[in-house]
């Protein structure tokens, strides 16, 4: 049955590698001896749920967990245990279905690099069934808006700066005007304009364009600006969640920053591995 939300339950993800130890062997000995496994975990029962019309946001620090979170709920990785509902659809039962709902943007976003801004955005398009004419509109109007200079439209992508490419991806992302969005630090590596046209452009299409975003990212300020909700995630675990304000109160300091909140709810900064 269709729903108005994406859910998450108990949702956990584990990555297994082997647990190095010092063992007095030669080298060469080495792949003939027992290894253990060491169990990582990425994705540790997180639940959570996202309406339309809404950004919910996911703070942590690198290798917090936040990027599987995404590729699980984009249907790149399955989950070990717990259930993912995408309007209704399940995200292992279901995922073709669930796969025509959404786009992702992320930081390694791929192109044909010998095409221009303009081509590669039609050919994506083509793929959705979209005619070509109504594609060269569409993803004009989506790169004037993101600050797009209209002579660099026709450019290859392997002459664009990383902050022009970064908003080809976001312009693809929006282009099939999806009912879900998973922004994977769309900004990061961005220069301050550049920052600031994505995001005046995710919070206008918030407003023009009734869709469910979750938004990860390093950055404290844009989180605030942009996010209804905000989780902060730690080896894998939400350890909380709220608005910006229910953050800050957390910790007894309303007058905080929420780079200070994170910094004393996990002991960490935002750059530590």
């Known amino acids: 049955m269709r729903t108005d939300r994406l859910v998450l339950k108990q949702v956990q993800k584990f990555f297994y590698r082997k647990k190095i130890q010092q063992k007095p062997f030669p080298q060469s000995l080495f792949p003939f001896l027992q290894t253990e496994k060491e169990t990582i975990k990425a994705v540790d029962d997180i639940s959570f749920e996202v309406q339309l019309g809404q950004i919910y946001g996911v703070l942590g620090a690198n290798g ?13 990785l399955l989950p070990d245990s717990g259930q993912i509902t995408i309007f209704g659809y399940d995200v292992v039962k279901n995922s073709y279905q669930v796969r025509k709902m959404m786009n992702r943007v ?11 801004a303009l081509e590669n955005l039609i050919y994506t398009a ?14 004009t109007e ?15 992508m392997e002459d664009l700066s990383r902050g022009m490419q970064q908003k080809v991806a976001i312009a693809r ?5 999806p009912i879900l969005l998973l922004l994977d630090e769309p900004t990061t590596g961005l ?14 299409i918030r407003q023009e364009h009734e869709a469910a975003i979750i938004l990860t990212t390093h950055d404290m300020a844009e989180a ?47 750059q530590e591995e």
Request: contains cysteine.
């Open 64 to 76: 917090s967990g936040k990027s599987t979170l995404i590729r699980l709920i984009s249907t790149l």
């Open 106 to 116: 992320s930081v390694d976003a791929a192109f044909f690099k010998r095409l221009s």
């Open 126 to 139: 083509r793929l959705y069934d979209i005619p070509v004419k109504t594609a060269t509109t569409k993803a």
């Open 142 to 156: 989506i790169l004037e808006r993101l600050g797009f200079k209209a002579d660099r439209m026709d450019g290859g």
């Open 173 to 177: 992302a929006f282009l099939t005007a």
């Open 191 to 204: 220069d301050p304009k550049s920052k600031r046209d994505v995001q005046a452009f995710i919070n206008e």
């Open 224 to 270: 605030e600006t942009l996010c209804d909700q905000i989780a902060i995630i730690d080896q894998g675990k939400f350890i909380a969640r709220g608005t910006a304000g229910q953050l800050k109160s957390q910790i007894n300091k309303p007058e905080s920053t929420l780079e200070e909140v994170f910094i004393e709810l996990t002991g960490k900064d935002l």
